[in-house]
């Protein structure tokens, strides 16, 4: 049970939580009192044994340098925490506000009005999009989204958001990962999203009785719940990335040609999927806030889609049998390990190894490679 206790204490549940778990998914039933006893015997404490506030600074001085410069001091804080770094919230925005008092003055009083939602539970509606701010820099993102956590199911870069066996194939690679389906996905009207669509409806091909149909498409801006977080995206980590390219282009180093292109996604794709992987972690573990839309819970994403109890519903996840899925499979492309065209790829690496040279570790690295062979690269031709 300790170590049960450790591991929810650590997921960031609180102490009602924690109780009501414990009873209701492993038959323990323990007191407050007991429950606090038992971490302190372990030394668990949000209250004490503080990270040092060098390690806050230099860590925060680290994220400053890429993406991070976008972030406020909410999610930095639950950056902090998904590191390992414990932290006080007061802390992280006091030094936040004297390493980057312009990026602080930059984000105050942004606010987004919200449109009411109601979803019923986790697995009850998938809502996936295409993002597509890098798109005429060759690196195209796909997501999809919880709509009533707000997990992140899937969150990838790669050269085409626009075919849709590739998109079909993130859709199985989830459902193969959880065991089975959404009861309902919400997509847009483009034609990248004919896999999915007809893989969900095949999931639910037993389930004549439902009522609702097991794929809804639409207008991609009435699709709230992605739209709402790619704005969060872009605030936090793509509007980085968005103008780091921009002024490439903008100063003649690219003219959105294939090669360009390519050289783009060999050295920044890796990057920025990194990156992605960081943010949807960080954002499936912090704290959404209460809203004044009683139908939408507050919590944790993580928490919320694997406890639903807790939020008194349950997980409408529909199960997929193997046979099914490896038939879907078959019909799918996936991404393959190399970031564009083989044969740039190959060339690259080939100039790569005669320039004792090695990948990129940061945005600034990755551009500095990228001018490297584009001029390498040119001069051949």
């Known amino acids: ?8 204490f650590e997921l960031g549940l609180k102490y009602k939580e924690m109780r009501s778990v414990l009873s209701s998914r492993h038959s323990y039933d323990v007191s407050e009192r007991h429950l606090k006893r038992i971490l302190s015997e372990r030394g668990l404490s949000r209250r004490k044994n503080y990270s040092s506030l060098v390690d806050l600074v230099d860590f925060i001085r680290n994220q400053l340098q890429s993406s991070g410069q976008l972030h406020g001091y909410r999610w930095m804080y639950a950056k902090c925490w998904e590191k390992g770094l414990r932290v006080r919230k007061e802390d992280v925005r006091v030094a936040l506000k004297e390493l980057d008092p312009t990026g602080v003055s ?23 999009d295409s993002y597509d701010k890098l798109k005429p820099y060759g690196i195209c993102i796909n997501g999809c989204i919880d709509g009533f956590s707000r997990k992140i199911i899937w969150l990838n870069t790669y050269t085409t958001s626009s075919d849709p066996k590739l998109i079909g194939g993130y859709y199985i690679e989830a459902v193969e990962r959880l065991g089975g389906c959404p009861r309902v996905v919400r997509g847009d009207l483009g034609t990248e999203n004919g896999h999915v669509r007809d893989f969900q409806r095949f999931f639910h091909i037993n389930h004549a009785d439902e009522s609702l149909d097991s794929y809804l498409d639409g207008a991609s801006t009435a699709n709230q719940r ?56 960080v ?43 490896q038939f879907c499979k078959n019909e799918c492309t996936f991404r393959r390990p190399i970031p564009c ?41």
């Not at 049970?1 to 929810?8: A, D, G, K, N, T």
């Not at 930059?106 to 996936?128: C, D, E, T, V």
């Not at 709402?228 to 968005?242: S, T």
């Not at 783009?264 to 943010?279: K, R």
């Open 106 to 128: 930059m984000r105050r009083a942004r606010r987004l009005r919200q449109r009411n939602y109601f979803a019923k539970g986790p697995n009850f509606i998938w809502h996936l």
């Open 226 to 281: 992605i739209e709402y977080w790619w704005g969060f995206l872009r605030k936090e980590c793509m509007e980085f990335w968005i103008y780091l390219f921009a002024e490439l282009r903008d100063n003649g180093y690219f003219d959105g040609g294939f090669l360009d292109k390519s050289l783009l996604q060999f050295c920044c794709m890796g990057l920025i999927q990194d990156e992605l992987d960081d943010t949807a972690q």
């Open 341 to 381: 065209d083989p044969d740039v790829n190959e060339l690259c690496n080939t100039i790569i190894s005669e320039s004792h040279l090695s990948l990129p570790k940061d945005p600034y690295q990755a551009v500095n490679l990228y001018m490297h062979l584009r001029d390498v690269i040119r001069s051949l031709l």
């Open 283 to 325: 954002w499936n573990t912090h704290t959404i806030r209460p809203s004044k839309n009683i139908s939408n819970p507050s919590g944790r994403p993580s928490v919320m889609y694997g406890l639903p109890e807790l939020y008194l519903t349950r997980d409408f996840l529909t199960s997929a049998d193997t046979e099914s899925i």
């Open 1 to 8: 049970m300790e170590r049960l206790i450790e591991f929810y």
